[in-house]
């Protein structure tokens, strides 16, 4: 036998930012590890506290929620929309209640009678303003074309939280057989209503569909019934604590519903990511030998940083939401930040008191060992030959665990100009579908078809004259002549596009007198020619101060309030990505590697979106109702959701490759290496994470159900497809480049960086020196020397 040394790097020769150390000098404990394992039990006791705690702030959250937050406060249709509220509530109803007579018809005298009677009734409720209806006006567009069917309009007064509890106090009493007629409700405000109570349902059913199959296939990750549980519960001290913070925040801003199922998503997903790398790591340093409190402690140094870094990064992709004026966008980043550094937090505090409580116990119930006894007695027959000399060092690494993936990595790398271009075209070709993207405005049918209001809104479109919801109203305001305003709709009527104008209605004098006008474009209500009058309508000149509002106008508003601001949010993502990714590798090429593949790992997703959800593909089979657009806010939330969590793994990744090519030197090695520790672990995370997401996509809310959906399919092409076959080969093709950095940024990486197994300007220890820790198959410290067949 003889003995062939491995070259390893010496001390200040390493590749550039290498970092060994380990936290302190000698390998030693360092302060933070120092500090959460100082007394684990009272940590867990403190938890359990403040979870308690969180579970009682929490409660109730969904009812302080909103279910709108598409429109941005300060456009043009936003005050329009607010004066006449005010100046003309008649002209802004929120609630309709659609009366059916049957085949007696809206005219027979029974039937007038008993609608006038509930419309008194309804202007007698305590805030209900502008109540009008068919029977009172005789207006034509109150009526259906059938005459079996009419509209009760009504306004209620307050901001949504107020007005939605106003219509569910009043609207059972409405409800119904009323004499001769059936009374259904509707209208804006009861679409709302409806889709926030449908949300929370669907979040119910979401939530036990996911954790139990999420507690399946950990069993199946780690084998061990103990710490499969280390994860799930993780999830939920994350979630509790997000809905409690989400709970304070409804006390001073609006926050949308829909964030919670971000929480749920994120809460269970990132938790068990963080938890499983921890849980992963430490289990690996006790295979190695080490004692518990060395295990901790070696495992927060190391996976501990890479799970902070990754906190980071995901948090910061949520965080640009926060430059968008809309409030459902930015309610997400408040979940999604909440919930990313609670989970950050719990896997970094709680995991490793839990951990250094359990030892050796985390590998209890361990549900996989008859089948490991089985294959290592089958390998005890067969193995013989291994003694001979006849398996060589290489083949023994490929045997271990995640052998698979160091061999796939290998074969993509000797492939490598053929996996990048292939999977590159591949992932473009998924995405050509959004260039055809149109934007729209959500309405009633992001419900399902048997909703109460969705039906209402239904029989509007389908049975009454005219365009429901697609009107346009024009606000004058200042004083004017009966000429002037009669001059201006004689010069609006003659635009190209519009079908016709009502109008003016008028209201004060002077200074403080206000008209409205009521245009309705031909086409479809919020089309392109619709967005066009909108453009004509501000830009025709009149002798008074104008503004128009409207579902066309409300989208014009938006796509131009998210198009000023979408660069902003996009370089604060590409920013502080790139700036963590080089803390991280020394690099500047990693980081600009890092930030094109997460965006390419996007297309399919924004590909499947335009394709199932806008052009209809697959409705029938997921049960939602294509409007022929996508919501203008959707599309940035999927953005920044899915490169956050692409970050994610790709800083696992990146970090195991980093770890190893500082221990070694050797870049395709080191590829193989970071590829076979964490390909499998990565795929289970995303697998898991997709789960949740499908879950969540189970939604009867079409929104929620691209959210989930779309974002399942993005995890499973980063985890599957980018990692798996374009990280590989494309660093494969840079080769020692990849590392490169100028001389001014390595030495601030010297300084400020940080690394898996190091620490800001912490010196690398010489190979073999106490405290310098690489891991190898085992988890332990990788020999220097192989033993190699002579």
Not at 51 to 69: E, I, K, P
Not at 304 to 324: I, K, N
Not at 731 to 737: N, S
Request: some cysteine; overall charge negative.
């Amino acid at each position: 036998m003889a003995e062939v040394k491995k070259a390893l790097p010496t001390e200040g020769t390493g590749p550039v930012g290498a970092a060994g150390g380990s936290g302190s000098p000698g390998g030693g404990p360092g302060r933070w590890t120092r500090i959460v394992t100082a007394r684990p039990r009272l940590s867990l006791l403190v938890a359990l506290v403040l979870t308690a705690l969180a579970v009682f702030a929490g409660s109730g959250v969904a009812d302080r929620m909103g279910s709108g937050g598409w429109e941005d406060p300060d456009a043009e249709s936003t005050y329009a929309t607010q004066v006449l509220e005010r100046e003309f509530p008649a002209s802004q109803p929120n609630l309709l209640l659609l009366v059916d007579a049957g085949p007696a018809g809206v005219d027979a005298p029974a039937v007038a009678a008993e609608a006038r009677r509930l419309a008194e009734r309804l202007d007698a409720q305590e805030g209900v303003d502008g109540v009008g209806s068919y029977w009172q006006t005789g207006s034509s567009a109150l009526r259906s074309k059938d005459g079996r069917q009419a509209l009760i309009a009504a306004r209620i007064d307050g901001e949504e939280k107020a007005a939605g509890a106003v219509l569910q106090r009043i609207a059972p009493e409405f409800r119904g057989t009323h004499g001769p007629v059936e009374v259904s409700v509707g209208g804006p405000l009861a679409v709302r209503h409806e889709m926030q109570t449908i949300i929370q349902e669907d979040l119910l059913k979401a939530e036990m569909i996911a954790l139990p199959i999420t507690l399946v296939l950990l069993v199946m990750v780690f084998g061990s019934a103990v710490a499969a549980m280390l994860p799930l519960g993780i999830g939920i001290v994350a979630i509790l604590g997000t809905n409690a913070v989400l709970r304070g925040l409804t006390e001073f801003t609006d926050v949308s519903v829909f964030a919670q199922n971000l929480t749920t998503a994120l809460g269970l997903g990132l938790a068990i990511d963080y938890a499983l790398f921890v849980v992963r790591r430490f289990r690996e340093e006790l295979d190695g030998g080490a004692d518990t409190r060395t295990a901790v402690a070696t495992t927060l140094r190391t996976a501990g940083r890479t799970v902070l870094f990754s906190a980071l990064t995901v948090a910061v992709s949520l965080a640009a939401m926060m430059v968008f004026p809309q409030y459902f966008l930015r309610s997400f980043a408040y979940a999604g930040i909440a919930v990313v550094l609670l989970a950050a937090a719990a896997a970094l505090v709680l995991l490793p008191a839990a951990l250094l409580l359990l030892g050796d116990r985390v590998n209890a119930l361990d549900l996989r060992r008859v089948f490991r006894r089985r294959r290592r007695e089958a390998g005890a027959e067969t193995g013989a030959g291994a003694e001979t000399g006849a398996v060589p060092g290489a083949d023994r690494a490929d045997r271990a665990e995640g052998a698979g993936w160091g061999r796939a990595a290998g074969l993509v790398m000797r492939r490598a100009p053929w996996f990048a271009v292939a999977t590159a075209t591949g992932l473009v070709l998924l995405g050509l579908p959004f260039l055809g993207v149109k934007f729209g405005t959500a309405d009633d049918r992001q419900l399902p078809a048997t909703a109460e209001s969705r039906v209402v809104q239904d029989q509007l479109r389908e049975g009454f004259p005219g365009n429901p919801g697609g009107a346009l109203t024009v606000l004058a305001e200042g004083p004017a002549t009966g000429a002037q305003y009669q001059d201006y709709r004689a010069r609006i009527e003659a635009l190209d596009g519009v079908a016709r104008v009502d109008g003016p209605v008028t209201a004060g004098t002077g200074e403080q007198a206000h008209a409205s006008y009521t245009v309705l474009p031909e086409g479809e209500g919020v089309g392109a020619g619709a967005q066009r009058v909108v453009g004509e309508l501000r830009a025709e000149p009149a002798p008074f101060a104008t503004s128009v509002t409207g579902a066309a106008a409300v989208l014009v508003d938006s796509k131009d309030a998210i198009g000023e601001r979408l660069p902003w949010a996009a370089a604060i993502i590409a920013v502080v990505t790139l700036v963590l990714v080089f803390l991280l590798t020394g690099s500047v090429v990693v980081p600009l590697q890092a930030v094109v593949l997460n965006a390419l790992s996007l297309t399919a997703m924004f590909g499947a979106v335009v394709w199932v959800f806008q052009e209809g593909h697959l409705a029938g089979l997921l049960g939602f109702t294509s409007t022929g657009d996508i919501e203008t806010t959707l599309p940035v939330l999927m953005f920044c959701v899915a490169f956050g969590l692409s970050m994610d793994y790709g800083v696992f990744l990146l970090s195991r490759i980093k770890e190893e090519y500082d221990a070694t030197g050797d870049h395709e090695g080191a590829v193989r290496h970071g590829l076979r520790r964490t390909g499998g672990l990565i795929t289970a995370a995303a697998v898991i994470l997709a789960v949740v997401m499908v879950a969540i996509g189970t939604s009867r809310v079409t929104n929620t159900k691209m959210l989930g959906l779309g974002v399942a399919l993005a995890v499973l092409m980063d985890a599957m497809v980018v990692r798996s076959l374009l990280v590989p080969a494309v660093m494969k093709l840079t080769g020692r480049f990849t590392w490169w950095a100028p001389a001014p940024l390595r030495r601030l990486h010297a300084r400020f960086g940080i690394s898996e197994g190091g620490i800001p300007g912490a010196p690398a220890p010489a190979p073999g020196a106490a405290g310098h820790e690489t891991e190898g198959e085992g988890g332990g410290n990788r020999a220097e020397k192989e033993t190699v067949a002579g």
